[in-house]
């Protein structure tokens, strides 16, 4: 079972929520997880979760390598909210560009227009992120 993992994303939750949240990102084939550790709302606010308890066990099963206990540990953990079904996604597109031209961005089905836009660094991952899915430009 094939996994990529980053440790440090920064995602724009969307114009209408003004919020940016700081999280990790795990990847399947099926399926991606964000992993927020912290969110601030531009207008004033800010949000703590228990994401470094859940990317430490992350962490210490990928370097066990076990895939599987993976998948099925972030799907009774992480919410909904953010889980993400690849085939459930009205957009999913990675751009390789240089630094600000280039990024991640998705959307659930049916979010009306909650486009999240996450800034996944570097480069190069994003060049492997984007051959992991199999997306044409």
Known sequence: MEVLCKKK???NEGIKTVTVSKSAMVFFKDVFFAIPFSQTNIL???AKFNGKEIFTHVLKLLDEDK???LYDYLLETI?????????????LKVKVGWWAFGGMYFRKQGAKGERKTANVQPKSFRAKLKEFYNLQS
């Open 79 to 91: 919410p909904e909210e953010h889980t993400y079904y690849v085939n459930m996604l009205d957009i």
């Open 44 to 46: 004033g606010g800010e």
């Open 67 to 69: 895939a599987a206990e």
């Open 9 to 11: 994303v920064d995602i």
